[in-house]
């Protein structure tokens, strides 16, 4: 069985909302709280908003590529990492259009997508989701964990990306950025 | 959106139940007949059993193999096509653990996956669906349509394909063959 994960939005969370910024297309609304839940299931409270996603196979990455990242990736969790940031992100019908060799040509050959954040391990532990075969409104969950001191990191690898050829085909992103909640709510 | 598929087996449908042969791994349970619906949302009737799929992006093929593939398959419901087969599949955990590179190598360069595929059309239209980030027991589910004078054909396509590599990493598979049916129930 795949893993699921639900992103709760609402009152309650082990995260507390700091920001969201709509980068392209419709946004969020807003919400204090935010909690990761990974598990067997889809989570039940649906809170103010909701977005789903299952951790399933790799789906650009060579062999090579694997090793590197998961040699140099650390684990979510870590004691340090109080921020965090959840971006959803949705490509246009013209990037699943494309062929699979023209998909990875945009997304590595050209646009360094796994190169780039590569640079960016261990400071920041990355976890991806997948969600466009559940119908959501999202292709992706990209989850992120970091120190409060790598923040200018974070925000470099990410304006990167957003300046890659592969970004073209970006058509919704949100970035959602968090803090650990100092009290449970 | 993507497009939704239901396979209903149980006392209705267009598609007449005319063998079940379990290849590998557990069974389904026998039923009388089957209907495909495709459609926005998931088909409510469930029936003696259901598996639902999506219609997502190609995972493997290349612009040149998928330029071939459209030019010469037929599409689904030609009034001669009164055989069909409905073929769900689940491969192994160790096929998933392999990525993008390893995957693409045995699927096409070691199992020639597309091209004993492309020996086959324009008499048999297949229409591929995923269901494994659905969390269904299968990854994909596969549909061909054909005339009952290309059952020959059909044996020997499916034949070829199950003496493959690709074919070491499926650990579930059932081959259910179905005739159009006479009168709707």
């Known amino acids: 069985m795949v893993t699921r994960v639900s992103f709760v939005a609402g009152e ?14 419709e946004s969020l609304a807003a919400a204090l709280r935010l909690a990761r839940h990974e598990d067997d299931a889809f989570h039940r409270d649906r809170g103010v ?11 650009y990455v060579t062999r090579d590529e694997k090793a590197r990242l998961v040699a140099s990736s650390p684990a979510l969790g870590r004691a340090d990492a109080t921020c965090a940031a959840l971006i959803p992100i949705r ?4 990037w699943w259009a494309l ?7 945009i997304f590595e050959e050209r646009s360094h997508h796994i190169a780039i954040g590569l640079e960016h391990v261990p400071a920041i532990a990355p976890r991806l ?9 999202w292709d992706f969950l990209t989850w992120f964990e970091f120190a409060d001191r790598d923040r200018g990191p974070f925000d ?3 304006g990167k990306l957003r ?16 803090v650990r909640s100092q009290e449970s709510l």
Chains 1, 2 share one sequence.
């Open 12 to 25: 309650r969370g082990e995260w507390t909302i700091e920001s969201m910024r709509t980068i392209d297309g």
């Open 49 to 59: 908003w909701t977005i789903d996603g299952v951790r399933s196979n790799d789906r």
């Open 91 to 94: 490509k246009t019908d013209e």
């Open 99 to 105: 062929t699979q060799d023209e998909r990875r040509a």
């Open 129 to 137: 989701y997948h969600c466009r075969d559940l119908g959501e409104p």
């Open 156 to 158: 470099d690898l990410v």
């Open 163 to 178: 300046e890659t050829e592969e970004w073209r085909y970006v058509s919704r992103e949100v970035d959602i950025r968090l």
